[in-house]
């Protein structure tokens, strides 16, 4: 069983950047593909982003392609989101979340083990 801490959510203002880091620990984590989703006040969790076991591999949703980017590290078994450009309809709970395989799934139901999210706002 893995578990899933998030970190480096805050305040920032449009056009501002933040780092968000989500570190695992209770299992390996290099056999899980990771996946950053984020929910809004009164909507769905949606898929943000997510990368493969070995970091090859990576997936955007539209909304954020040329302004996020994921990365990880599995000696430090952590994987990050990098969000520059920020907008304030990217305010949101962000989660991270865990699956064994080799498939990086876009929708949550796909996903085991989660975060307790961190607090993205954006605004001036």
């Known amino acids: 069983q893995v578990q899933l801490v998030e970190s480096g959510g805050g305040l920032v203002q449009p056009g501002g950047s933040l780092r968000l880091s989500c570190v695992a620990s209770?299992?390996?984590?290099?056999?899980?593909?990771m996946g950053w989703f984020r929910q809004a006040p009164g909507k769905e969790r949606e898929f943000v982003s997510g990368?493969?076991?070995?970091?090859?591999?990576?997936d955007y949703a539209d909304s954020v392609k040329g302004r996020f980017t994921i990365s990880r590290d599995n000696a430090k078994n952590t994987v990050y989101l990098q969000m520059n450009s920020l907008k304030p309809e990217d305010t949101a709970v962000y989660y991270c979340a865990a699956k064994a395989g080799v498939v990086v799934p876009t929708t949550p139901d796909r996903y085991m083990h989660w975060g307790q999210g961190t607090q993205v706002t954006v605004s001036s």
């Open positions: 990368i493969s076991r070995s970091g090859g591999s990576t």
């Open positions: 209770g299992s390996i984590f290099s056999i899980y593909a």
